[in-house]
C-alpha cells in the first residue's frame, strides 16, 4: 500500500492567506520529513526537510510541523503568493544506509490574485 | 553545484520493445534512483542504488531491470513495453546513503505505440 498519502488533491488560497498541505505516512519508523514543490514540465526541487528530533522547522515563510504520534506532517506557507503555484510532493523517508524516499501523489496549489 | 542528465528526453517505442533509459551525474553522489512519474500517482521507485554494482528493488521493479555500471550512470530497462508504460521516468541522486535530499534531472517522457 502506499506509505505516504496527501489526502487533498488541490487547494486554492488567495494571495497573502496561509497555505496548509498535509501529508499522513504509515511507517513509524520513517525519521525524515521533507516537501518538494513541481513546477509544470519541471522536476521536483526540495523545499524544506526535518528530521523527527524537531516538531517544527520554520524556513522564511515556509513552516513544517510534524506530529510523530499521528504520523503527520504539515507545510504552512504564509503570505501566499502567485507564484507559490504549483504541485507540493511530501516525503519521508527511514534514515540509514540504502534507505529511500516514499513519496506522496502531491497536491496542487493554486494562489489566486 | 552538479547536473543530472537523462537521455533521451523523448523516447517512443513500440508495445514489446525493450527500450533502455540512461541517467548521468557529475555531483560524485553515491546513490541514485529512477522514480516513474504518473498523473494522479506521484512518484514510484522503481529502482535505487547506493553504490556502483549496487541494486535495490523499490515498489515498482516488475517489468523493469536497471544498471549501475559506475558511480556517475545509472540505467534502466523496460524490458516489454506496454500500452500503459506511458509516463515520464525521473532518474535522482543523492550525496549520502541514506534518505537525504533528492536532486532530479528534467526526465525521460516514454510514449507506447
Known amino acids: 500500500g502506499q506509505q505516504v498519502k496527501q489526502s487533498s488533491p488541490s487547494l486554492t488560497v488567495q494571495e497573502g492567506g496561509i497555505s496548509i498541505l498535509n501529508c499522513d505516512y504509515e511507517?513509524?519508523?520513517?525519521?525524515?520529513f521533507a516537501w518538494y514543490k513541481k513546477y509544470p514540465d519541471n522536476s521536483p526541487t526540495l523545499l524544506i526537510s526535518?528530521?523527527?528530533?524537531?516538531d517544527k522547522r520554520e524556513d522564511g515563510r515556509l513552516t513544517v510541523f510534524l506530529n510523530k504520534s499521528g504520523k503527520h506532517f504539515s507545510l504552512h506557507i504564509t503570505a501566499s503568493q502567485p507564484e507559490d503555484t504549483a504541485v507540493y510532493l511530501c516525503?519521508?523517508?527511514?534514515?540509514?544506509?540504502?534507505?529511500?524516499?516514499?513519496f506522496g501523489k502531491g497536491a496542487k496549489l493554486t494562489v489566486s490574485p | 553545484g552538479g547536473i543530472i542528465t537523462q537521455t533521451p528526453k523523448f523516447l517512443i517505442g513500440q508495445e514489446g520493445q525493450k527500450l533502455t533509459l540512461k541517467c548521468q551525474q557529475n555531483?560524485?553522489?553515491?546513490?541514485m534512483y529512477w522514480y516513474r512519474q504518473d498523473s494522479g500517482k506521484g512518484l514510484r521507485l522503481i529502482y535505487y542504488?547506493?553504490?556502483?554494482?549496487?541494486?535495490q528493488k523499490g515498489d515498482l521493479s516488475e517489468g523493469y531491470d536497471a544498471s549501475r555500471e559506475k558511480k556517475s550512470s545509472f540505467s534502466l530497462t523496460v524490458t516489454s513495453a506496454q500500452k500503459n508504460e506511458m509516463a515520464v521516468f525521473l532518474c535522482?541522486?543523492?550525496?549520502?546513503?541514506?534518505?537525504?535530499?533528492?536532486?532530479f534531472g528534467s526526465g525521460t517522457r516514454l510514449t507506447v505505440l
Open positions: 542504488s547506493i553504490t556502483e554494482n549496487d541494486l
Open positions: 526535518v528530521r523527527s528530533n524537531v
Open positions: 511507517n513509524d519508523m520513517f525519521d525524515y
Open positions: 555531483f560524485n553522489h553515491d546513490t
Open positions: 535522482a541522486s543523492s550525496r549520502q546513503r541514506s534518505a537525504e535530499t533528492l536532486y
Open positions: 516525503a519521508a523517508g527511514e534514515q540509514g544506509t540504502g534507505s529511500k524516499l516514499s
